[in-house]
């Protein structure tokens, strides 16, 4: 009997001495590594058949050992013990994506991580419900039962360009009786409610809409759209106002942000439940070096990183690698606290989000 160990990031096939329905992690000799395969583990009498699996194991690029993923048995199928990571299927994370996605640190991280892709809103439910160990956090969306990873950050010092609000009624902001809400994101919808609460001082009603701007103007006078949509947008706007002859109000709301408070935009942070952090996984040192070195890393590959995502979305080369280098900030540090405490403090004073959370850090 072939027996599977299922896994993500696998690209290749284990050799094993099994003896007994349940290998121990001593048994298994080699491993390499290859994105949505199976493990299989063949039997001795397989191998001695002169049935032939890759040999070559994966090289860490820290280390001179390979390293072997712990397991666990379901069944007579076996599962590397990983961090479940939600990662956001956005533009602006791919810069702390990138060792999760590129050799030779994808092959690394593969015995440490399982990858799913949520949107914002779906990762912090996966967070909160147990599905996710690890995740990109709303901000809005941060309990104290996580704890936040140190040094990575999606923020903005200024113009963000990928939160958006488009108002169409002729008196601007102070015309605004309602606003369609993208549902992808709570944290963009508490931060647009602090601006029409407490700066603009105008409390219209707000409507929960996916994320298309012709269907969100036809029921309100202004729409919010986040990340890849407000990209679109942005681009379509000189093209949207020769094929309708009207014209709109972009408002950056990073930038009304910062404008308005002199302060950081932050938008998610990495947050682990620190209960899923065993000697079976990754300690907390591995997992605050391996999050920062994957910055790091996607911060010096901006151009490879914008040849990827422009075939992959209808936005120029040129615009994402600016705003990759230029209007996201991919760093937790004090300026961006600073910011984080003024948006938890006026979002409970406006009634935009619960009372504000004292950040617990790993």
């Not at 993500?8 to 395969?37: E, M, W």
């Not at 949520?118 to 996710?132: M, R």
């Not at 200024?158 to 944290?187: E, F, N, Y």
């Not at 950056?252 to 950081?264: F, P």
Request: aromatic share 10%; net charge negative.
């Amino acid at each position: 009997m072939t027996l599977v160990l299922r896994g993500t990031y696998l690209d290749g096939f284990c050799h094993a001495a099994i003896q007994s329905p349940a290998p121990a992690r001593n048994q298994i000799d080699k491993i390499n590594v290859l994105s949505h395969q199976p493990f299989v583990i063949p039997t001795e009498a397989q191998r001695s058949g002169g049935t032939c699996f890759p040999s070559h194991p994966p090289h860490h690029p820290r280390s001179s050992k390979t390293t072997l993923p712990q397991v666990t048995e379901v069944g007579n199928v076996y599962y590397p013990v990983t961090l479940r990571v939600s990662a956001i299927h956005f533009l602006n994370p791919a810069p702390l994506m990138w060792s999760f996605d590129h050799d030779p640190d994808r092959r690394d991280f593969a015995f440490r991580y399982t990858l799913f892709s949520d949107t914002p809103a779906e990762c912090a439910a996966k967070l909160a419900s147990g599905a996710a160990d690890l995740g990109l956090v709303p901000v809005a969306a941060y309990n104290p039962s996580l704890a936040v990873v140190p040094g990575c950050a999606i923020a903005s010092r200024d113009r963000v360009r990928s939160i958006l609000l488009v108002v169409r009624h002729p008196d601007g902001i102070a015309g605004v009786r309602r606003v369609a809400l993208d549902t992808a994101s709570r944290t963009s919808s508490a931060y647009t409610r602090i601006l029409f609460s407490r700066f603009w001082r105008v409390e219209p009603e707000y409507i929960p809409h996916p994320p298309d701007l012709e269907a969100m103007l036809r029921i309100a006078d202004a729409a919010l759209l986040i990340g890849d949509p407000a990209l679109f947008a942005l681009e379509d706007r000189e093209a949207r106002e020769q094929r309708t002859g009207e014209r709109l109000l972009y408002l950056d709301l990073a930038h009304e942000w910062h404008t308005l408070t002199g302060t950081v935009w932050v938008s998610a942070f990495w947050a682990v439940r620190p209960e899923a952090l065993t000697a079976d996984t990754v300690s907390a040192a591995q997992l605050i070096q391996d999050l920062q070195h994957s910055r790091d890393q996607g911060l010096a590959h901006i151009d490879a990183l914008a040849d990827e995502w422009s075939h992959r979305i209808a936005v120029p080369r040129a615009t994402i690698h600016t705003y990759l280098s230029e209007n996201i900030w991919y760093h937790l540090d004090e300026p961006a606290l600073a910011g984080l405490d003024l948006f938890y403090r006026y979002g409970a004073e406006c009634g935009a989000l619960p009372e504000a959370p004292t950040l617990r850090f790993l």
